[in-house]
């Protein structure tokens, strides 16, 4: 599946899990963007800046947080081959995962169904770093995407207990992502 090229700009409301909002700006290989939340009685600001490769894996990520606790920033660094370092340190517990995923970012499901470009029908394990919104914290999440015929993929992360059908627009963006987000612009 071939998608078109991104526009300069999207944005995403929160609802259901978080009140919030996210906003994110494309510059390829680069993607930069802020999300804000109350989530839980606690609120929020994660700033991004990632940046990928012409496949679609993530190369590098820059994640800072702000909330009551403080200030927080972290750094993702992998080789494209599905190794990282967090902080600079090796973090043998993502070993194979080609994306990240921050839990205040309904933008990073983007990058999977891009690498995917499956058929209808066809689905795929896509692990990734997943990073937490009010400590940074890195995780592997493990994750799975089957393309749907009307566009959709159908989604999993069963430590979450999630499973549901993630629309997606033209540019391969994310439209709603039900008890998440929907696509404002």
């Known amino acids: 599946m071939s998608f078109a ?3 300069q700009t999207a ?3 929160h609802h259901t899990a978080r009140a919030g909002f996210e906003v994110a700006y494309f510059r390829p290989p680069r993607v930069e963007g802020c999300t804000t939340a109350v989530e839980d009685g606690h609120t929020w600001v994660v700033d991004y800046v990632i940046d990928l490769d012409a496949a679609w ?3 590098r990520a820059r994640i800072t947080s702000r909330s009551a606790a ?3 920033s972290t750094l993702l660094e992998s080789d494209g081959a599905g190794s990282w370092l967090v902080d600079g340190t090796p973090a043998p517990h993502l070993d194979g995962c080609l994306d990240v995923d921050l839990e205040a970012s309904a933008m990073t499901n983007t ?4 690498r995917l470009g499956s058929a209808a029908g066809a689905g795929s394990a896509a692990p990734a770093a997943y990073v937490r919104a009010l400590d940074l914290a890195v995780e592997r999440l493990e994750q799975h995407y089957t393309r749907v015929a009307d566009g959709g993929y159908d989604y999993a992360a069963p430590v979450f207990g999630v499973a549901c059908r993630l629309t997606y627009d033209e540019h391969g963006l994310v439209l709603d992502y039900p008890g998440l987000a929907t696509r404002e612009r």
């Open 11 to 13: 944005a995403w409301r």
């Open 57 to 59: 894996v993530t190369r």
């Open 5 to 7: 090229p991104l526009p």
């Open 70 to 72: 403080g200030a927080r």
């Open 111 to 114: 990058f999977p169904v891009h």
